[in-house]
C-alpha cells in the first residue's frame, strides 16, 4: 500500500464524517478517486440535522444569556463609582415630568383665556 494524502489522513476523515462535519462516500477505499458525494445521501442528511442542531442549541444558549442578563443584572447609571441611579429612580423622574408637563398644559388651556378676557 502506497502513502499518500489520503490514507494518511483516511482515521481522521472516518472520525469528521461520523462528527457530521464531512459527509463524503468512499472514505473506506484506499484511493482518494472514489469519494462522491450526493445531496440525497444518508450521510449528507446527518450533517444537514447536526448543523440545524447546533445552531438551534447555540441560539437557544444566546437566549437564555439574554434573560439573565435582562432580569437578574442590576441596570444602573454611575458617575465614576461615586453614585448609581437605578432603573426606579430614571422611571421616577420620567413619570414626575410627564405630570409636571400635563399639569402645565392644562393650566395653559384653563388659565390663559380666562387672562386674556380679564386684560382686555
Known amino acids: 500500500m502506497q502513502e499518500n494524502t489520503h490514507s494518511t489522513l483516511k482515521l481522521f ?10 459527509p463524503v462516500q468512499g472514505l473506506s477505499e484506499n484511493n482518494s478517486q472514489f469519494l462522491k458525494f450526493s445531496w440525497f445521501s444518508f450521510k449528507t442528511i446527518y450533517s444537514l440535522l447536526l448543523l440545524l442542531f447546533s ?4 441560539l437557544l444558549i444566546i437566549i437564555c444569556r439574554l434573560t439573565d442578563q435582562v432580569l437578574y443584572i442590576e441596570v444602573a447609571i454611575s458617575g465614576k463609582r461615586f453614585f448609581t441611579v437605578r432603573k426606579k429612580a430614571i422611571l421616577t423622574i420620567a413619570g414626575i ?16 383665556p380666562k387672562l386674556m378676557l380679564v386684560l382686555i
Not at 476523515?13 to 464531512?22: C, K, N, T
Not at 445552531?55 to 447555540?58: A, E, K, L, Q, Y
Not at 415630568?97 to 390663559?112: E, S
Request: proline residues 0%.
Open 13 to 22: 476523515l472516518i472520525i469528521s464524517q461520523i462528527m457530521g462535519y464531512f
Open 97 to 112: 415630568v410627564a405630570t409636571y408637563q400635563l399639569v402645565l398644559k392644562q393650566l395653559n388651556t384653563q388659565i390663559i
Open 55 to 58: 445552531v438551534f442549541v447555540t
